[in-house]
């Protein structure tokens, strides 16, 4: 077997929305390690059956690799078991909690930044293609946005994000109080 389809199926699953979410469920309502790794399992049982009920009559199955589809939600699963430990029962005070919600924060800052970048970036791209006359033979234009200006919106938006979330969240109870 190819390592390069080896790397890109564990790279699918780990950005696939119909893992990550069953992943971060499991993660977050399981009480003991081996619980999530059971759960995983299962999960990962189910899906083989979803594709394999829906495999045309022609496709073969190779076995041996199955157990790499237990890579991605392990995972998320397992980050999120951790987190939901992380941030479980404690006060609200303390140095690990503040520092959990700021990991939290931080994260939600890249992932809001990165598509309000990716966004502004398109309407940036759009702007330029028109503004500059760029031609839409053979989809230049569409390169253009979509290759140039929409990925560097995205990064910068993600920096952006995350330094803000990062930021918001060491400010603490100072800036549940608001101003005053």
Do not use: N
Not at 157 to 170: F, I, N, R, S, V
Request: aromatic share 10%.
């Amino acid at each position: 077997m190819d390592p390069i389809i080896l790397l890109r199926s564990i790279g699918i699953g780990l950005v696939s929305p119909t893992v990550i979410l069953p992943a971060i469920v499991i993660g977050l309502l399981c009480r003991r390690w081996w619980q999530v790794f059971a759960a995983v399992v299962i999960l990962c049982f189910v899906f083989l059956a979803i594709q394999i009920a829906t495999l045309p009559s022609e496709a073969m199955i190779v076995w041996y690799t199955t157990p790499i589809g237990l890579i991605a939600p392990m995972a998320w699963a397992s980050a999120a078991f951790a987190l939901r430990r992380r941030l479980g029962p404690s006060h609200a005070d303390t140095p690990g909690r503040r520092a959990g919600w700021r990991v939290v924060a931080t994260f939600a800052g890249l992932l809001l930044g990165g598509v309000l970048g990716g966004a502004i970036g398109i309407g940036l791209g759009l702007l330029a293609v028109e503004a500059f006359h760029i031609s839409s033979f053979e989809g230049k234009s569409g390169y253009l946005v979509f290759f140039a200006f929409m990925p560097l919106g995205a990064l910068l938006g993600m920096a952006a994000g995350g330094l803000l979330g990062w930021w918001l969240a060491g400010r603490g109870p100072a800036l549940a109080a608001g101003p005053g």
